[in-house]
């Protein structure tokens, strides 16, 4: 078997933006709020992610295991639009904002099944990290031209106006 064929993902084309697996949002999310807490947020983004780099990009855990290199989140900004509660059903889009050769900038956007509205947003920038040398390194070829792919497929998403925006008070 070729090294190739081992990678997981695929070459394209992308979705715009790429739709994840619907989940539901369980009771043991729900905080003293009566909605779900940010921890469960957080969560529900990282594990789509996971789904994202693993079954899209081929840059997940199949990956990391086979030539020890793994993303790194490094700075992630969360937007909570709307309240979750109990039963609610979502979804988790992905953009690719930019990329260089060890980076990535993606927007990752909860979307309730129901309203078909952002309840959440998390603007990440991920690094490429050797996990022996806990360093960065270029993503391998391959990925390369994947991520160069998405981001010409992601040209014309329209971000939520949330991204890049920084945590100030207004006066």
Not at 30 to 53: C, E, P, Q, R
Not at 73 to 83: M, R, W
Not at 147 to 170: T, Y
Request: hydrophobic residues 40%; proline residues 5%; contains cysteine.
């Amino acid at each position: 078997m070729s090294k190739n064929s081992q990678i997981t993902g695929h070459d394209g084309p992308y979705d715009s933006p790429v739709k994840l697996p619907a989940k539901k949002v369980l009771k043991s999310w729900i905080d003293y709020n009566g909605h779900m807490n940010v921890a469960f947020y957080t969560m529900a983004i990282d594990k789509s992610l996971d789904i994202f780099l693993e079954k899209t990009l081929g840059l997940g855990e199949s990956h990391a295991n086979k030539n020890d290199q793994g993303p790194f989140v490094v700075q992630a900004n969360f937007h909570y639009l709307n309240e979750m509660k109990y039963k609610d059903k979502f979804f988790v889009q992905v953009t690719l904002i930019d990329f260089d050769e060890k980076k990535m900038h993606l927007c990752l956007e909860i979307i309730s099944e129901e309203k078909q509205i952002v309840m959440a947003i998390s603007e990440q920038l991920m690094l490429n990290v050797n996990l022996i040398k806990r360093k960065t390194e270029p993503y391998p070829n391959w990925a390369l031209k994947r991520l160069m792919l998405m981001k010409q497929n992601h040209k014309n998403v329209k971000l939520p106006p949330n991204v890049g925006r920084k945590i100030l008070i207004k006066k």
